[in-house]
């Protein structure tokens, strides 16, 4: 008999996690005023919220941060991320940022003016806000495709390429990058193939632009294109993300995915000229340029991370946990966005709730819903998230209403994904009854998934 597939670490440090009444979830969840990053951690039994900065650290990280280098300039942790940088990603430049959305910031205040347009594929929620804030526009040309939860497509993730070509032949004058991102969190996790790297390079050359991947999740793109694209079945991870890289001019990253920490951030670059144009707005906001808020020991926790999670039996661990989760509902026959994306699972809530209005935040309904049966925290993708226009106030209603379930990395067992399957299950077999979703009743200008109160609709 075969061997069945197992994980590629043994653990050794546990922290203890319990249990709720459905009494005492239904009082805290109305006291969060039915916002679930409102709950205290202690009331969430298990916790799906996000991948970002919730991974389990390996020894070989916590021994790293026991020699970190506390130095202000010049440390050796900052030189141990410069190399690791160097020899993972191909960049000779780098700056550390406290994390994603602070690496956006610096790069923006240096790339971005009033009125421009930056092309991508689904711009992540901070990097369309540091856009918008800057009163420019993040324009999508994700391929029309991910936005059907049924189709198949290996690179879900894709910009449409043909759609950049028409799109630069228009308005390249004001456009001063493309940014795309690996993979494509808000179309589910999904990545983006090699090929589209490629082209959209030789796109960016034609018009004499610089590319910049917002790389959060660029080992999980690496591993689904050695085990989907045609070329690739024998390369290693590393040889794959070095060559994903050499179509990049620039890159932001948050560390709190891939790169397996709690904390942290970065940007490389090829250009001299535009690291200097950063370095002085990251010592305006984040810190000195060898340490850009972060301290010494987690700059090395982050170095060994980059390392391990561009490791295959990592990547093979975390995608195969992710997928076993999928093919349980797939079994219970629970509308999600296929194929299973890299960190999570993107619940279609315009399936489970087709009657629901969407006025009514049908993705946010089926959250509160998942966290009623079991203390299971999700986040919505939808239209809290999706925001009001800057400009008409409006509210905008995405396409899509998901209901992400983000699996943290090292961090729960398929133990957990079998409660995470039943619960989601027990709240699918009884969708019909769910009929009064919920309205806003605060939010805040900017930003507003994160603070907004509810109550439910009369
Ligand atoms: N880019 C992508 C694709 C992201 O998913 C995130 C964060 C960021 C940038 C910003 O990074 O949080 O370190 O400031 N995503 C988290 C999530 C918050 O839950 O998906 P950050």
């Known amino acids: 008999m075969e061997l069945p597939f197992s994980e590629s670490f043994k653990i050794k440090m546990v922290e203890p996690i319990r249990k709720s009444t459905r009494a005492e979830r239904e009082q805290w969840i109305k006291d969060a005023k039915y916002n ?12 799906l919220l996000t991948d970002s900065g919730t991974g389990a650290m390996s020894d070989r990280q916590w021994s790293a941060m026991m020699v970190g280098d506390e130095s202000y300039a010049g440390a050796s942790s900052y030189y141990n991320l410069k190399n690791a940088i160097k020899r993972i990603l191909g960049f000779d430049h780098f700056l550390p940022t406290h994390q994603g959305r602070a690496a956006e910031n610096v790069l ?5 003016k009033e009125g421009d347009y930056i092309p991508g594929n689904s711009h992540f929620d901070t990097t369309k806000g540091h856009i918008e804030f800057r009163k420019a526009h993040a324009v999508d040309l994700t391929i029309d495709i991910a936005s059907d939860t049924e189709a198949y497509h290996p690179f879900k993730g894709n910009i449409d390429t043909d759609k950049l070509e028409a799109y630069m032949a228009q308005n390249a004058s004001k456009v001063p990058f493309i940014i795309v991102t690996v993979t494509n969190n808000t179309a589910g996790g999904q990545p983006v193939s090699m090929e589209c790297l490629r082209k959209t390079r030789e796109i960016a050359n034609k018009y004499g632009k610089p590319v910049v ?19 690739y079945e024998s390369k290693t991870i590393k ?6 890289y050499s179509y990049a001019d620039a890159m932001t990253m948050s560390s709190k995915k891939d790169a397996i920490v709690n904390m942290g951030g970065f940007i490389a670059m090829r250009s001299q000229e535009l690291w200097r144009a950063c370095s002085t707005f990251n ?3 984040e810190g000195y340029v060898t340490y850009g808020g972060m301290s010494g020991r987690d700059m090395n926790a982050l170095a060994v991370g980059l390392d391990e999670g561009t490791e295959f ?8 946990q992710v997928e076993y989760l999928g093919s349980r509902l797939t079994e219970f026959g629970i509308p999600f966005q296929t194929p299973v994306g890299g960190h999570a699972i993107f619940v279609d809530a315009n399936k489970v709730l087709p009657n629901m209005p969407r006025e009514q935040f049908r993705a946010q309904t089926l959250a509160i819903e998942l966290y009623l049966e079991a203390g299971v925290r999700g986040v919505e993708i939808g239209a ?12 905008r209603y995405p396409k899509l ?8 990395r090292r961090v729960y067992t398929n133990n957990h994904m079998e409660v995470i399957a039943v619960a989601l299950k027990n709240v699918f077999d009884r969708r019909n009854q769910i009929t009064r979703g919920f309205e806003i009743t605060w939010e805040a200008p900017i930003m507003r998934h994160f603070t907004a109160e509810l109550e439910r609709c009369k």
């Open 36 to 47: 679930l990053f409102n709950l205290k951690s202690e009331q969430v039994f298990i916790d």
């Open 313 to 320: 039996e990592y990547l093979e661990t975390r995608i195969k």
């Open 401 to 408: 209403e998901l209901l992400r379930l983000a699996i943290p």
């Open 239 to 244: 040889e794959i993300v070095a060559e994903m």
């Open 213 to 231: 991947f917002d790389s959060a999740r660029f080992a999980e793109n690496a591993y689904f294109i050695k085990i989907r694209e045609k070329g």
């Open 283 to 285: 010592i305006m906001f």
């Open 108 to 112: 923006f205040s240096a790339m971005i």
């Open 384 to 395: 809290i998230l999706a925001d009001r226009d800057p400009e008409t106030r409006e509210n």
